[in-house]
């Protein structure tokens, strides 16, 4: 696919997450893309728009995370996967969490409740295929 179309598929992730979309973190077993959740960790709300356009990057084919709040953990667990929701709760996307080799990697993915969980970057690279 041309850097165009990759940039384009990116960036209507951004159009469908909307303004300050959530970053949610969840334990236990992702469930089949935008099926029923498991337990809910963590809740980070992102910048009024989730995503840098994808050509902003000046590498073709990658979305990247702008600013996100962190927040306290909600629950006591170990993450192992997220979803990305509209401010009002609709499915966007889904990934698995790590401290590497995952879709979103954090240097500690088990959290506490109370404890603040913060987000410092996340790509999402269309490949080429």
Known sequence: ???AVRNAMLDAITAQAGASAKLRFYDGTRPATGGTVTTLLAELTCNATAFAPAASTGVGGVL????????AASATGTA?????????????VDGNVGTSGSDLNMSAVGFTSGATIAVSAYTITAGNA
């Open 1 to 3: 696919m041309s850097t």
């Open 64 to 71: 990247t995370l702008n600013a996100i709040t962190s927040a």
């Open 80 to 92: 192992t996967w997220f979803r990305i929701v509209t401010s009002g709760g609709t499915f966007v």
